[in-house]
């Protein structure tokens, strides 16, 4: 079930920029974080970036980081 949730995650956010970021998936408790940590590497995979010049408001708020009123006020 973690295991789900951390590749939805990564799908939303587009990649991992760093190992840190993986605690932050919903529901996956630290103890499990710090359980996997030392199991956990970075691969220099293209992380998917988002143009905010040519990006629509659904194509933003997608983004775990980004809410709808950023979005909306980026674009």
Request: hydrophobic share 45%; proline share 5%; aromatic share 10%.
């Amino acid at each position: 079930g973690y295991a789900k949730r951390i590749v939805n995650f990564r799908t939303k956010l587009g990649g991992f920029a760093n190992v840190e970021q993986i605690a932050e998936t919903f529901g996956l408790p630290d103890s499990v974080f710090q359980k996997i940590k030392p199991l956990l590497v970075k691969s220099n995979a293209a992380i998917h970036q988002i143009n905010i010049n040519t990006a629509s408001v659904d194509e933003l708020k997608m983004h775990p980081y980004i809410k709808y009123p950023a979005a909306n006020a980026i674009i």
